[in-house]
């Protein structure tokens, strides 16, 4: 679908709902710690972020992504809803987070959450993605469109054997390193690599990769740290052996 998603809400619509203590800031990605992109104390250290709230919220979720993925492809639109649900959450999640806590309230009940869907949606999603959203909104699971959204796009890639890398580097990666750092992906794991690409200005110079749940570091940043601790780790071994053998001379 082409077109974004722009939701038919009235003001008091886009309200939040009162008194409904799982009112919640929108998912961002990372319980532990800011997104990438945050600001972020010296102190800190930045990571990739974690695409799901908890393993339980993942596990749930993938079920409903199947079922979605399932549904599309079997409608042959497997492409133009994935696009749907893009949208959803980057048109109409994003821009208004109040109609977002109301589909994730226990205190709205799912007629009234299909009542809204229908209301801000109908004429402008697909059956298959508006059906979907319906049968989420009676098992009350609104509430975690976001890891959907992640897992949905798992298991896209995985059917078309797309594998998606995340980049930092210290400065903007330009065309040229780019397409260098896409073939070696591709002759290191397989398959069609997408990059996800980040700037993180700490890291000196070289660059972090992940893959999954893999965390490859080639970045001087860390070869330092490195270096640093083991610097340290020796002179705390160093002054622990002098110590010894003092204690031992004494001894005699």
């Known amino acids: 679908m082409g077109v974004p998603l722009t939701p038919a809400l009235s003001q008091r619509e886009r309200e939040p709902v009162k008194g409904d203590s799982s009112e919640r800031e929108p998912f961002n990605g990372d319980p532990e710690g800011p997104p990438c992109g945050t600001s972020m104390t010296k102190s800190a250290k930045r990571t990739f972020s974690n695409p799901y709230v908890n393993v339980g919220a993942q596990q749930v979720a993938t079920v409903y992504a199947s079922a979605l993925v399932d549904a599309a492809e079997a409608a042959g639109k497997t492409e133009a809803v994935m696009s749907e649900l893009d949208s959803f959450i980057a048109d109409v999640l994003a821009v ?23 209301k801000a949606l109908r004429g402008q999603a697909s059956p298959v993605f508006l059906n979907f959203l ?119």
Do not use: C
């Open 96 to 118: 208004v987070p109040h109609f977002e806590s109301v589909l994730g309230s226990a205190l709205v009940s799912a007629d009234e959450k299909n009542a809204l869907l229908d």
């Open 134 to 252: 319906k049968v989420v909104a009676r098992h009350g699971r609104l509430d975690i469109l976001r890891p959907i959204h992640q897992a949905a796009h798992t298991l896209f890639d995985r059917m078309r054997g797309v594998t998606r890398v995340q980049v930092a580097s210290a400065s903007e990666l330009d065309d040229g390193l780019t397409r260098q750092l896409t073939d070696s992906v591709r002759k290191m794991l397989g398959g069609v690599p997408m990059l996800e690409k980040e700037v993180w200005p700490e890291l000196v110079g070289g660059m972090m990769m992940r893959v999954g749940d893999t965390v490859y570091d080639a970045s001087i940043s860390t070869r330092l740290e490195r270096i640093r601790q083991t610097m340290i780790d020796r002179s705390v071994h160093e002054i622990q052996s002098r110590r010894d053998r003092f204690s031992s001379a004494e001894g005699n």
